[in-house]
C-alpha cells in the first residue's frame, strides 16, 4: 500500500521548512484568560495536570508551582511575539555577559508586569488561598551575591520596560554563593539548595547543548594556501541552556535570560559500573558538573583557580557560540556584526570572551585576522566596577596556556599589535610599553583582563561621575590618554518598579495617588512630590507608611529570625557585601562608643536616642578577615542585646543571609542609611540609591554615587563626613599611621580597649587580637583617620532625628529627588553612549 499523499497541505519533505512556513507558526500566541473565572479554571488545570494533585490534597508547595506555571502562561504569549518581532525586525541588541545575577523572587514582579495581582488575588481567595502565603513559598534564585548581580537584574528589567533586544547570559548556579548560618557568632556556609522545591521560571533547552572544550593544543594546518590554526582540546563538556522570561512592565515585551548549567560529555560509563566501579563510573560527570556548582568557588588554591576560569571561559563561550551560530539568521553575513550585537561584559569576568570571538571568527569561520579585530573591537564594551587594584583580575600565563592554550596566543597576537601601536606614538618608552602592556612580567607572568578589556572595547565606563573620573586618572591612566573619547561614565541606577512599587506598596499607592501613575516609567517625575514636604498632612501620611513599614519588617525578622525592631527605634541600616573598604568596622566601632558612654556613665541611657542597628552581609569563605569582622559585629550585639543598662536604647540585628527577599522589607523600614567606604574606593553602590528612594536619609562618604546622591538631595538632607579623595591620597603620601590616631583620641581608644580587653568575648582578649592590631598597625582603609568625623556627624543625626517634622520633610526630599537614580535613565545613557540600540516597536 502506498504511503505517499496527494494532500495539497502535506508536510513537505523538509519539515523543518514546514514547521516554519505553517500559518500557524508565525500568528500571534494567545495567553489564559485574565478575567477571574479564567484564572480560576487555568490555575485547576495546572494543580490536576501539571503537579497531579486534587485542590484538597495539594500542598502549599504544589500550589504555589501551579501558580507560578499560570502566570508563566501569560507572560510566554508575550515572550514567543517578543521573539518573532525582534528576528523579522533584525535590529541591534544587547549581550549581556554577567557572572552574577541577582534575581530576587519571581512571582511579584511577574504579577505586576503583567498587571494580574488582582486577578490572581481574587482568584486564589475564591479557592481558600492567600496569596501571600504562596509568594512566601518561593525560593529566591542563587544567582548572584551583591551589587554586581543586582545591578544586572536591574538593567535586564530596564531594557525589557524600555522594549530594547537584549539576552542576558550567566551561569545557573546549582548552589548559589551559599546560604550563610552563624554558629557561636561566626559564619558557617551552606550549600544554598535554591531548586530543591522545583523552579517553575526556567525552561531548559538540552538540544540547544554547545560543546565546550578545554586544554589540549593546537596545530597549523594549509587551507588553501593560508596558513590557520586549529584548537585541539584534550576534555570538553556540554553548556545545557536554562531560558528565564524577562518582562517588561506592562508593555508586553518580554526578554530573555539564558543561565548555562555544566554537564558531562560522557556522564556515565557502564561498563566500569558494571565492573563495580561506581566512584570511577561517574566521575566525568562530577568533574564537569562541578563548573556550575557554586558561585565564585574559593580561589586560595591552584584547583579554586582553575575552576573559576573554567567557569568565565565556559559561560562566555557558550554564549558567543549561541549567538553567532543559533541566534543569528542562516547566511548572516559576520562583517556585519556590530550591527546586530554589542557585547557588554560587566566587570572583568567575561572578558575571555574578546579571545574567543577572535577565535571563533578567525579559526572557525576562516576570516582575516585584520577583519576579524576590527569587528571584534566593535563587538564588546566593557563597564569596570572597582578603583581596588587587586579586583582587576590577572590569570597566570601557565594556567591561561594550559586550559586555553589557543585563547594565549591570540592575546599575546593582539599585545603584540597593540603594543606597536603604542610605541608608535609614543616611541621606546619601556616604562610606559610595562605599564600598558596586556602581559604582566612581574611578580609573575600574567595575563591583565581588564587592559585586555580597555584595548578590545569600543567604550569603557564607570559607574559613577567620582568613579569613572579616577578610572580615568589613576587605575587607567596611560590608557585614557592612548584613547581619548574611549572612557565614559554612565551612574548606576535601580529599578523602581522592584525597589519602590513591589518593595514599598504603601509609599508607592501615595505616590501615585499624588502624583499619578507615570513615575513608574519615568522616575524623574518623583521631583512633583517636592511641594509636598511642606504639606502637614502629607508629611503624617508619609510618617505612617514608614512607621508601618517597621512594623512589617519587625513581622518578618520575628518569623524570620526570632529579632524584634522596636517602635520607637531609629532604624540605622548597614547591609552591603562584607569587605574592609566597606568599613563595617567603623559601625561597630559606632555602637561600642554608644554602649561605653551609657555603661560607663559618661551619659545617661535616657538621653540616648533609640536606635536598632541592622546589618546584612556575606563575606566570601577565604576571606580571613571579613569573617573576624562579622564575629565582632555578632559578638558586640550579643553583649548589648543583653545587657539590662541599655535596654530599650540600643539593639544591634544581625539577620543571616541577607538577600533581595529581606531586603524588600528592610530598606523601606530604614530612617538612616550607612554609606561609609572610604572616599575614592566604592564605585558607586546602589544600596544607597535604593534606601533615599525609599525615604531614609544617608550619613556617608563622598565616595562613589553618594556624592551624586548629595549634590541631588541637598547638603541639608544628607550626614556627610569624613576625608575626600584627595585628602585620602595626600594622608596616604605622608605616611598614615593609624596608632596615632588611637593615642590622641580618647574616644576611640576607649571603644579599641574594650574590645580588646574580651568584653565582647567572654573575656578573651586573643578572640578580636587579629581584628585590632589589624586597626592599629594596618588599617588600609583608614577607619581610625574617619572615626571622629564619623562619631561628630553621628551626634548630628541624634539631634536631628529628634525633630521628626523636620526629618520627614528631608525623607521626604531624599525621595523626590533620586529619580535621577532609575536604571530606566541607566539604559538610556548606555545606549546613547555606547550600544546605540534602538527599542523594537
Partial sequence: MSTESHDETAVPADAATAVKTHPLATAPVAGPPTSVDGFVKEFLRELNF????TLAQSTVNDQYLALARTVRHYLMARWLETSRRQFEQQTKGVAYLSAEYLLGRQLGNALLA???TEVVEDGLRSLGIDLATLRSQEVEPGLGNGGLGRLAACFIDSLATMGVPCIGYGIRYEYGIFRQTFVDDQQVEQPDGWLALGAPWEFPHPEQAQLIGFGGHTETYDDEGVTRTRWVPAWD??????????PGYLNGRVNTLRLWRAVATDAFDLKIFNAGDFEEAVRSQTFAENISKVLYPEDSTPQGKELRLQQQYFFVAASIKNFVYDVLPEGFDLHELPERIIFQLNDTHPVIGVPELMRVLVDEKKMDWDEAWAITKQCFAYTCHTLLPEALEVWSVDLLGRLLPRHLEIIYRINDEFLAEVREKFGDDELRIRRMSIIQEYPARAVRMAYLATVAGAKVNGVAELHSQLLREKVLPDFDEFYPG????VTNGVTPRRFLRLANPALSELITE??????ITDLERLRELEPYAEDEEFRARFAAIKAHNKRRANAVLLERDGFTVPDDHMVDVMVKRLHEYKRQLLKVLHIVTLYDRIVSGEVAAADVTPRTFIFGAKAAAGYAMAKRIIHLINAVGSTVNADPRVEGRLKVLFPPNYNVT????????ADLSEQISLAGKEASGTGNMKFALNGALTIGTDDGANVEIRELVGDENFFLFGMSEP?????????YRPSAF???????????????????????RSTFEPVVSNLLHQDRFMVLADFASYIAEQDRVDVAYGDQEQWTRSAILNVARTGFFSSDRSMVDYIDRIWHTPPVR
Avoid: H
Fill in 50 to 53: 501539571g503537579q497531579g494533585v
Fill in 114 to 116: 503583567t498587571d494580574l
Fill in 237 to 246: 563538556v556540554k553548556a545545557l541552556p536554562y531560558n528565564y522570561m524577562v
Fill in 486 to 489: 574611549k572612557f565614559t561614565n
Fill in 514 to 519: 499624588t502624583i499619578g501613575v507615570g513615575w
Fill in 662 to 669: 529581606l531586603a524588600e522589607k528592610v530598606i523601606p523600614a
Fill in 727 to 735: 585628602e585620602v591620597q595626600a594622608l596616604q603620601d605622608a605616611g
Fill in 742 to 764: 588611637y593615642e590622641s583620641d580618647p574616644t576611640l581608644r576607649r571603644a579599641i580597649d574594650l574590645i580588646a580587653s574580651g568584653a565582647f568575648s567572654g573575656g578573651d
